[in-house]
């Protein structure tokens, strides 16, 4: 589950609020250990991931860098090369 959540500082353009929740929720789902959680706990789980969205864009709004932007598509072509080579793919 983890492996779907992507760095989402210091790209052109900007991580949109979107892609901060899609991370959130992978977390709590990593950390909780549901993927969907019961009735019972869905409260909680709904909770959390709004708590870490909010974390997370408090984060990357108070990052700073002086390296320019990473370009999305050029970092997905670089991992897709880098699967390529370590899978075999085409």
Same mark, same amino acid.
């Given at each position: 589950?983890?492996? @779907?959540?992507? /760095? ?20 709590? &789902?990593?950390?909780?250990?549901? &993927?969907?959680?019961?009735? #019972?706990?869905? #409260?909680? !789980?709904?909770? #959390?991931?709004?708590?870490? /969205? ?6 990357? @709004? ?16 670089? #991992?897709?090369? &880098? @699967?390529?080579?370590? !899978?075999?793919?085409?």
């Amino acid at each position: 589950m983890c492996r @779907n959540i992507r /760095t989402l500082f210091n790209y052109n353009p900007p991580s949109t609020a979107a892609d901060i929740e899609a991370a959130a929720l992978q977390y709590v &789902r990593k950390v909780s250990g549901y &993927r969907k959680p019961s009735a #019972a706990n869905e #409260a909680a !789980f709904q909770q #959390a991931v709004a708590d870490i /969205t909010r974390a997370t864009a408090i984060l990357l @709004n108070s990052l700073e860098t002086s390296a320019p932007p990473r370009d999305r598509q050029a970092e997905i072509a670089k #991992a897709r090369a &880098r @699967n390529a080579k370590r !899978f075999g793919g085409a």
